[in-house]
């Protein structure tokens, strides 16, 4: 008999799914195994994990251990990967172990051509879902943080979680409100700190001596009294992916006290002596030929005019050389990478599926905000008639109402003004992904300068630098491992003299040929 593994995994969300169990799932693999006579020797279990990770104890066990198996059995592809670099790998390796990973729903998928384009696509699919679900997720807790409930989970020192006793909507059933034992000392500390009479340390210390711990139970650092007094959760407002919202939390520290507060900081802080270190985009990717050692950014203002340079420490002042020419160097780069017509039609499909989704979801709340704005005009229209026509309210009672239904009126009106909006953007991100397909120069070019990073970490491991020019290159480990399963296809991997680049060189230096979305996913969801 044929030795065989069974691997199977659920998500926390999925627990009671039916037909997704971890039971249902064994249940369904160790059948097929007794009717093609495979002997399961053991099966690996993840409860509770996400597939969009390779992190996975039971997962890593089993990979660990390919010698003794000939199968895999899966319930289906998504059990195993829902990333498509994850599948890819986990497919190179099992190739390379001689080990057939068989999908008990997915008959089609075997080790023909055929079935390895059609894994490739559902691996890309499973990608892709788990890429809507997250981007669904985060659409919530922006939209509860637009209405003023902190999205964060567990709120700084001197708040807590509560349920709400008079909730509105589903935003609105858990709010922030004062820690009966903490906020009394945080609001103290921000008076002794503004009064300049101690320090961070000290403020630290005591805190600690009162018993008081940390959100994550742990003991009081200064680190964390330094975030605490620069946070201006503590006056009603919060942060929310880089973006400041206005809170319906209660405010713990008045607005002069705050204030106060970050004079005294930024005083102090004017009194040290700092090394910048400075983070340009090819920080970390650059060495230098001729040392072998890594080259190091650094920003100067001369004449009220920035300079950036690299530079090798060892080598010193022959090395420096304009960030300018060498970021310009790397974006010809990039125009010389072509992606396959087979993933420009594959984006291209992607890109048809979340408009529909857009255009739907867009409709969707339309119809559900429209509704709750009739509700709400219903009710208001009708205490105005019990009061002024029925005479069966009392004036109090009317501006009760009136207090309850308005604020709810406003919030919906803002939101529908806001659907547009959102919308509009999201047009704009699907011409990201156009551009994309079409053009990964032009895309590189036009991103931002954390894209460019994502960009740049994903294709490549370093750039070797000599005489103001790129002259080689190392690709990413990513990359390598789509090279070896042929997924990818790199033409060159040497560069010609910068010289030739900078003449605009014609010559292909990378071809991408991979129908992989979760390479578009990375880069622009």
């Known amino acids: 008999m044929t030795n065989a593994y069974i691997y199977a995994r659920v998500s926390t969300e999925e627990q009671a799914k039916e037909g997704q169990s971890i039971e249902a799932q064994l249940r369904m693999c160790r059948k097929y195994a007794d009717e093609n006579n495979l002997e399961v020797i053991n099966a690996f279990v993840d409860e509770g994990k996400s597939a969009t990770t390779m992190n996975r104890q039971a997962l890593q066990e089993m990979l660990g251990s390919l010698k003794s198996v000939s199968i895999i059995l899966v319930q289906d592809t998504d059990r195993i990967a829902r990333n498509t670099l994850d599948h890819l790998k986990i497919k190179a390796l099992l190739k390379k172990n001689n080990v057939r990973l068989i999908s008990i729903s997915q008959p089609l998928i075997d080790d023909s051509p055929e079935g390895n384009l059609i894994d490739t696509l559902l691996a890309a699919s499973n990608a892709f879902q788990s890429q809507i679900t997250g981007r669904k997720t985060s659409k919530v807790m922006e939209q509860k943080a637009e209405f003023g409930w902190y999205p964060g989970g567990t709120p700084p020192l001197g708040y807590r979680n509560a349920d709400n006793p008079n909730p509105t909507s589903s935003l609105d059933k858990r709010i922030i409100v004062f820690d009966d034992v903490t906020a009394p000392h945080i609001r103290t500390m921000f008076k002794q700190y503004a009064s300049g009479k101690t320090n961070i340390k000290e403020l630290a210390k005591e805190l600690n001596e009162l018993g008081i711990k940390s959100p994550q139970k742990s003991i009081i650092h200064p680190s964390l009294v330094s975030r605490t007094l620069q946070n201006p959760f503590y006056i009603g407002s919060f942060y929310w992916k880089k973006k400041l919202y206005s809170g319906n939390h209660e405010q713990l520290v008045d607005e002069a006290t705050f204030n106060q507060v970050q004079k005294e900081l930024e005083k102090r802080n004017a009194n040290r002596s700092r090394k910048r270190k400075h983070n340009l985009l090819l920080s970390g990717l650059l060495f230098y030929k001729d040392s072998g050692n890594l080259m190091w950014g650094s920003k100067k203002i001369k004449n009220g005019k920035e300079y950036k340079h690299y530079f090798c420490g060892e080598t010193g002042k022959g090395s420096y050389t304009s960030a300018k020419d060498l970021e310009t160097d790397i974006e010809k780069i990039f125009r010389k990478i072509e992606i396959s017509e087979g993933y420009k039609e594959e984006v291209l499909e992607i890109a048809k599926t979340i408009l529909k989704e857009n255009r739907s979801d867009k409709e969707a709340n339309e119809l559900r905000l429209k509704k709750e704005l009739a509700k709400y005009k219903k009710a208001i229209s009708e205490a105005e008639d019990d009061r002024y026509i029925r005479h069966i309210i009392t004036s109090e009672q009317l501006v009760r109402i009136l207090d309850k239904y308005k604020p709810l009126l406003?919030?919906?009106?803002?939101?529908?003004?806001?659907?547009?909006?959102?919308?509009?953007?999201?047009?704009?991100?699907?011409?990201?992904?156009?551009?994309?397909?079409?053009?990964?120069?032009?895309?590189?070019?036009?991103?931002?300068?954390?894209?460019?990073?994502?960009?740049?970490?994903?294709?490549?491991?370093?750039?070797?630098?000599?005489?103001?020019?790129?002259?080689?290159?190392?690709?990413?480990?990513?990359?390598?491992?789509?090279?070896?399963?042929?997924?990818?296809?790199?033409?060159?991997?040497?560069?010609?003299?910068?010289?030739?680049?900078?003449?605009?060189?014609?010559?292909?230096?990378?071809?991408?040929?991979?129908?992989?979305?979760?390479?578009?996913?990375?880069?622009?969801?």
Do not use: C
């Open 410 to 525: 406003k919030k919906v009106n803002k939101e529908l003004g806001k659907l547009d909006i959102n919308y509009d953007e999201k047009v704009e991100q699907l011409e990201g992904i156009l551009i994309l397909a079409e053009n990964i120069g032009e895309s590189y070019a036009r991103a931002i300068k954390p894209l460019k990073r994502e960009y740049l970490l994903l294709f490549f491991k370093k750039f070797w630098v000599q005489h103001g020019e790129i002259i080689n290159y190392e690709l990413s480990k990513d990359i390598k491992e789509l090279i070896e399963n042929g997924s990818v296809l790199v033409k060159s991997s040497r560069l010609p003299l910068l010289d030739s680049l900078r003449n605009g060189h014609e010559g292909q230096l990378l071809k991408i040929n991979i129908e992989d979305t979760n390479m578009f996913n990375t880069l622009i969801i």
